[in-house]
């Protein structure tokens, strides 16, 4: 009989795919089985989100040294959760969260926390695939498997690239495609084409952090056209994340240079370029804003750093009608018990749940395996390039070869019209 308390938690600090650093974690159970995670980290990132701790030391990483965070977690985190039964991740993040004992968990860092929260789940699934494990774990109730929508990145912008356009990511969305490989196969080969027909125009190939194109074109129409004449002959749509408090200056929103009504250009973009879903279209608390808007949009608007996977935010925006979808990303919140309530909460209310990456990331492939575990729909993981990016398609690739039958592929499900989601 296995024995799944948790007998000791080793941190180390490595580096994420900017070159930065963050924190990994190594639990073993008292059987001796270990389970590893890395923590990703954000260049946008919101206001609301849980404090990632920095040692500020400007003599070692120009201050993005995470030792403090690796000492926390070798030191209180280990000594809290040491006895503890890594099956029920809910009671080890619990004591995680009352011995870091803060609102935003930056007293030990919420990369501390979850590194060591992730590693533990990983290490109670020992040989049960991860997937399986986590949806038992929480008492997920579903039959079906579902592999998500990939929403590959393949136009970066904003905080992701010096390509000058204000909107951070275009993205391609693989609808029709009969499974998920099917899907990876039409995304690869729209960024292949892409890439052609960006090189002809003279315009520069080389990538931003989630490895899309950064082109230096003039105007955002600009690069949805080329975009649109890329995927001709795919079933598939084009989604938006604009991140747009990178762009919001005393009161107004400023793209391409001049202030606008972005609702009016957002709205002729839907129209033109039939685009399924806009991310963070508006700043993160401009309330208001986005309730007029999200009424006003025929397409998913979801909250990126309006809700930094908060279940107390997200709580708000189902009342207000603020948005129609979430984007979940693990270390905005900091422990998987917290960010599975999330993407429930969000489910129970006709929202979508969109599992995201971080600019700033690992090999680690957590994230491929939650999205299939929660039945999500969609994914969120940069384009067809680089390989911390790749090892969650490529997760997911693997998931849906040994799920087989059992296993369907989601298209545009998270992206059906809001109405008829529950709006």
């Known amino acids: ?48 989100e849980a404090v990632e701790l920095r040692d500020g030391d400007k003599a070692r990483y120009f201050g993005k040294g995470v030792s403090k965070a690796v000492a926390n977690a070798d030191g209180e985190l280990a000594k809290a959760v040491k006895g503890l039964d890594a099956g029920d991740c809910a009671a080890v993040d619990r004591k995680m969260i009352a011995v870091d004992g803060t609102e935003n968990k930056g007293r030990l860092g919420a990369n501390a926390i979850l590194a060591v929260s992730l590693a533990s789940a990983r290490a109670a699934a020992g040989k049960t695939p991860l997937y399986e494990f986590l949806r038992s774990a929480y008492g997920i109730k579903s039959s079906e498997w579902l592999l998500p929508a990939p929403m590959l990145n393949v136009i970066n912008g904003g905080k992701h690239a010096d390509s000058g356009l204000d909107v951070q990511e275009f993205m391609v969305v693989p609808v029709g495609a009969p499974t998920f490989a099917d899907a990876l196969r039409q995304g690869a080969e729209i960024y292949q084409i892409l890439k052609k027909k960006l090189a002809a125009m003279g315009m520069t190939t080389a990538v931003g952090d989630e490895g899309g194109f950064a082109p230096k074109l003039k105007t955002h129409a600009e690069a949805l056209d080329v975009l649109t004449e890329a995927c001709k002959g795919y079933d598939v749509r084009l989604a938006l994340d604009c991140a747009a408090s990178e762009y919001y200056k005393d009161g107004k929103y400023f793209l391409e240079g001049k202030a606008q009504s972005v609702a009016e250009v957002y709205a002729g973009w839907v129209s033109k370029y039939g685009i399924v879903s806009i991310e963070d279209p508006l700043a993160e608390d401009d309330w208001s804003g986005w309730q007029a808007l999200t009424a006003k949009l025929p397409c998913r608007t979801i909250g990126d750093d309006l809700f930094v996977t908060n279940p107390k935010r997200l709580a708000r925006g189902i009342k207000e009608k603020s948005a129609n979808a979430i984007l979940i990303k693990l270390n905005q919140i900091g422990t998987l018990t917290e960010t599975v309530q999330a993407v429930t909460d969000a489910q129970k209310a006709g929202f979508s749940a969109v599992i995201s990456h971080r600019s700033g990331e690992t090999e680690d492939s957590f994230i491929a395996d939650l999205a299939v575990a929660l039945n999500a729909g969609a994914i969120k993981t940069g384009a067809p390039c680089r390989s911390e990016r790749l090892a969650k398609y490529n997760r997911l690739l693997a998931i849906e070869a040994a799920l087989g039958p059992k296993a369907s592929y989601a298209k545009g499900r998270a992206f059906a019209a809001p109405a008829a989601a529950g709006r």
């Open 1 to 48: 009989m296995t024995n799944t308390k948790i007998a000791s938690v080793r941190a180390q600090e490595i580096l994420d795919s900017r070159g930065f650093p963050t924190v990994a974690a190594t639990v073993t159970l008292e059987d001796g089985t270990t389970g590893w995670a890395a923590v990703p980290s954000g260049a946008s990132t919101g206001e609301h």
